[in-house]
């Protein structure tokens, strides 16, 4: 039910996640005002703010901010929510100033990445009244509130009818980064007769480049791999309901679950993943966890050691199945 009430809802663009929030934060307030988490800027800036370099992202935070702040200054009165996901060029002054101006906002900050690619988070998460983190392992180190991502069911993935023969055995899709080469590579090696879609993709032939000198695991796979341009979203959907199994390296330094993990699951297609976190939500009979330096699959018993290690580190966290995206909006208000 829609309630007299106005939100901030700040987001990365994300292929079209941040449109499916704001639309199921419809369902909740009586209007939504909608900003990225970080100004139009080139991919040079994007880099010195990925990695916080001084004096540049700070003050370019600090505009950011104000400019954000001049766009709804006629607002801050009504508005009674502030919602902020990764929150790449939020500041923590940024909070206080609209707190100077509206005593009563109830500000809720969630990172669908992980702390360690956006250390900017946790003073953003200390000025909220509440905050969440979709990463496993920061929500034991920085305590805060583990909350998953979710899929979205308004845009179900595509399910091949049982009786026909999967186009490809395996298929992965993922931007570059670390050694995902490497992991595919090594998995791969063993499955010679396997059919494969493999889609590796590269923002600018600048980045090929630069890291084509650094990574020989990149110099050796096949070119045919590698892609500069983007996936669509229903490409990715088809290329989904084409596959046996669909392939997800995370990122070394997160153990947060992405959305394609989610989709991939809900869209009943078996998951080969390098993240045993997955374990906490699954039954495990459509999953197969992989072990990122191998390249082999993990046994049953392996298994059991990890959700056993989960449990004794925190013995109250309680594991949950796939979270819809209305399911997810409603933890993100409510929990505290």
């Known amino acids: 039910m829609v309630s007299n009430k106005t939100v901030l809802f700040i987001c990365p663009d994300f292929f079209d996640y941040k449109k499916l929030i704001a639309e199921e934060l419809e369902k909740h307030f009586d209007r939504v005002i909608s900003f990225s988490d970080r100004p139009l800027c080139s991919s040079v800036s994007k880099a010195l703010f990925k990695y916080n370099v001084p004096l540049y992202s700070t003050r370019m935070s600090e505009r950011y901010g104000r400019t954000i702040f001049d766009a709804i200054v006629n607002d801050l009165p009504t508005l009674t929510d502030v919602v902020i996901v990764k929150g790449t060029c939020i500041t923590p002054s940024f909070i206080d100033l609209l707190r100077q101006h509206n005593h009563n906002l109830k500000i809720t900050s969630y990172s669908w990445d992980s702390i360690s690619n956006i250390k ?3 003073a953003l998460a200390s000025k909220s009244d509440r905050a969440f983190t979709f990463d496993l392992r920061d929500s034991f180190d920085f305590k805060l509130e583990y909350l998953p991502l979710f899929y979205s069911e308004s845009r179900p993935a595509p399910v091949a009818a049982t009786s026909a023969i999967p186009e490809y055995d395996y298929t992965f899709i993922g931007s570059y980064h670390g050694d995902r080469i490497s992991v595919l590579s090594r998995f791969l090696e063993r499955k010679k007769q396997a059919t494969t879609c493999i889609k590796i993709y590269f923002q600018s032939r600048l980045q090929y480049l630069f890291y084509y000198l650094r990574d020989p695991a990149l110099r050796a ?3 045919e791999w590698l892609t500069f341009e983007p996936v669509s979203r229903n490409n990715l959907e088809a290329l989904t309901a084409a596959s046996a199994h669909v392939i997800d390296i995370h990122h070394q330094k997160q153990t947060g679950l992405t959305m394609r993990t989610w989709e991939t699951l809900q869209g009943n297609r078996h998951l080969i993943t390098t993240n045993p976190a997955v374990l906490l939500h699954t039954t495990g009979e459509n999953v197969t966890v992989l072990d ?5 699959e993990w046994s049953l018993s392996q298994c059991e ?8 580190e925190d013995p109250h966290l309680k594991p949950m199945g796939c979270l819809s995206l209305s399911a997810w909006v409603n933890a993100l208000l409510t929990k505290s």
């Open 305 to 312: 050691a990890y959700k056993e290690s989960i449990n004794r």
């Open 221 to 223: 796979c096949p070119k």
């Open 120 to 122: 900017t988070f946790p």
């Open 292 to 296: 990122r330096i191998t390249g082999q």
